[in-house]
């Protein structure tokens, strides 16, 4: 699926959730389907800088293409590392590098989300970016 199929189908679910507690119970949901985290890479090589809370981020490469596995300490930032990860995982370093769309604003979550928040997804969002365009130079 594409980084913008992946994008849509979130989109869609988030649509369904009317106010913002319940995006962040959506958020939250998303935060606890991912626990297949290992504690030795909550490390500061994979820490992502300009969150409130603490975030990792661990790109691995296979068979030309990018996975992503993410934690946090907090649920709401899980969640959203959790989803951002989950959308551009499986996808080839240069089709995430190319990708410009902007997710706060395809997900309205720019809305709920603190402006503290709002730079700690900008963050992780980076991160996966500068990864890839590491790979495609």
């Known amino acids: 699926m594409s ?3 992946k994008v849509e189908k979130y ?3 988030l649509s369904l959730f009317p106010n913002p507690q319940e995006k962040y119970q959506y958020l939250i949901e ?4 991912n626990e297949d985290f290992p504690p030795e890479l909550r490390i500061d090589e994979f820490k992502v800088n300009g969150c409130q809370s603490q ?3 661990v790109p691995e490469e296979k068979e030309e293409k990018l996975h992503f596995k993410s934690d946090s300490d907090a649920l709401i930032a899980k969640g959203l590392v959790t989803l951002i990860a989950t ?3 499986d996808e080839s370093a240069q089709d995430i590098a190319d990708s410009e769309i902007d997710l706060m604003e395809e997900f309205e979550l720019g ?3 603190s402006p503290a928040r709002r730079n700690g997804a900008f963050s992780m969002l980076r991160m996966i970016k500068e990864f890839s365009k590491k790979l495609t130079n």
Do not use: P
């Open 3 to 5: 980084i913008e199929a």
């Open 11 to 13: 989109k869609k679910t």
């Open 30 to 33: 998303q935060a606890k389907l």
């Open 55 to 57: 975030v990792w981020l």
């Open 87 to 89: 959308i551009y995982s």
């Open 111 to 113: 809305v709920i989300l």
